[in-house]
């Protein structure tokens, strides 16, 4: 059995890391919760998730029913955010993010999501990793990524300014 190493530099101020792809792969349990979803509401095999990755459930609802009124687009995304949420044994930690994360300072890292905080909370408990303290959600931003407002944020709230920080790194 390998084990693995990790040499960090602390060169570095935060480290902001991307959860669904980067740390975990919770490919299947969306697939699961948003399959079941779209057959629920007649979508059925029409429905291909990948080309909403990124997107908040509620504007994953209105694409694809927009005659719905915006309670009723809410109680959908709701429900899949809860069936997300219930469902995450099939969540597993990508290869080296166990090691590496343990490997970081608890306050010198945090997660940028696109996911709401309480999956994300899920996700990392199922795939057995640490939790941080700083998750910047779909909850907290107003516009989604690939928008930098949710990465100025989790720097913020670890205690960075980007802007001055590469600024003083190149002094």
Known sequence: ???????????????????DGTLVDSYANAEDCWGEWAESVGLGDAFDLARFY??????????????????????????????????????VALPGAAGLLNALPPHRWGIVTSNDTEVA????????????????????VTFPKPHPEGFLLGAAKLGYEPAREIGRAHV
Do not use: C, W
């Not at 059995?1 to 959860?19: C, G, P, Q, R």
């Not at 997107?55 to 009723?72: A, C, F, G, Y």
């Not at 996700?123 to 959600?137: D, F, K, M, Q, T």
């Open 121 to 140: 909370q899920a996700r990392l408990r199922s795939a057995g990793l640490p939790v941080p303290e700083i998750i910047v959600s779909a909850d907290n």
């Open 54 to 91: 990124g997107q908040k459930r509620s504007d994953i609802v209105r694409t694809l029913l927009p005659h719905l009124s915006q309670d009723e687009i809410e109680a959908h995304a709701e429900a899949v955010r809860l069936a997300e949420r219930a469902r995450v044994a099939k969540v």
């Open 1 to 19: 059995m390998a084990m693995e190493v990790y040499a960090l530099s602390t060169s570095y101020n935060a480290i902001l890391f991307d959860l």
